[in-house]
């Protein structure tokens, strides 16, 4: 009885703590400024999409948000690639090389961003890659490399041998093992680390920052940031580029929605 009590406190606290800022958020994005700050929580005097109007209209956010999807769909797909090859190999390498180079994947996970910032911008800046989507592609892919090999080797070491060993008999090379077997049943894992590089690379804020000064090149976070400031601030606008970021987000998980579940379970039962 104490336990369902507690655990019932606890989700309810959990739920206002996720729904009072969404409250604030949603209806923010219709009211103005001053009325955010007055009446945080209310609804809305009159509703308007005069803010919605403004960000589109005036603030072209439309480039923004074409740029984030540009960055977020490639850099995504190429992690899952290159993440899914690694993990593979990695997982069926029973040697000593096997557990080294899982390592030192897992090593990248230990080491923050801020901690090369310096080192990337030099690097890039020589080699052109500021003010281009092409360098926060290849950044996001970088930094986001080592999560994806640890997840999906986790995935591909529960495959069972029998599987692959099948298909070696068979004649099959390891790459056609990899299209043919690999790849489909991995699908769930794939589509759940798939999500979660979404998510980290959509509101990626720290790289654009550090690489990008071309208003051209912008992507939807830093937009959102230029209407902060040390002087001044349109909380109405903030808001409202939120909701409109919060929509591929949305988007993404329904459709997706069943694929991630079942990544999210497939390793808790075996056998």
């Not at 923050?112 to 990337?120: A, D, F, T």
């Not at 993404?252 to 075996?270: C, D, P, S």
């Amino acid at each position: 009885m104490i336990y369902r009590l507690i655990r019932t406190f606890s989700l309810l606290l959990f739920g206002i703590l996720i729904l009072v800022p969404s409250t604030i958020v949603i209806f923010g994005s219709f009211k103005t400024t001053a009325e955010v700050y007055t009446k945080p929580l209310s609804l809305p005097e009159r509703w308007s999409l005069d803010n919605y109007r403004y960000i589109f209209e005036v603030s072209n956010v439309g480039r923004p948000f074409l740029n984030s999807v540009i960055v977020t769909s490639a850099s995504v797909f190429l992690t899952i690639l290159l993440a899914s090859m690694c993990a593979y190999a990695i997982s069926r390498m029973v040697t000593v090389s096997g557990k080294i180079l899982f390592g030192l994947f897992t090593v990248g996970l230990a080491i923050p961003g801020q901690v090369n910032l310096v080192p990337i911008f030099i690097l890039f800046n020589d080699y052109g890659l500021t003010n281009k989507l092409s360098g926060l592609v290849l950044i996001n892919v970088v930094t986001t490399l080592p999560i994806s090999v640890f997840i999906l080797t986790a995935f591909f070491r529960d495959i069972p041998k029998e599987m692959f060993e099948v298909s070696q008999i068979d004649g099959a090379t390891p790459w056609r093992t990899y299209r043919s077997i690999a790849l489909p049943l991995s699908r769930p894992a794939m589509g759940a680390t798939s999500i979660f590089l979404f998510v980290i690379t959509w509101n990626e804020l720290l790289f654009p920052l550090l690489l990008i000064t071309d208003s051209n090149k912008r992507t939807l976070p830093l937009t959102i940031l230029a209407y902060r400031g040390e002087f001044f601030s349109n909380d109405s606008l903030v808001f409202t580029s939120l909701m409109v970021a919060s929509v591929p987000m949305v988007v993404m998980y329904l459709l997706m929605q069943r694929t991630f579940i079942a990544g999210l379970t497939a390793g808790a039962v075996k056998g």
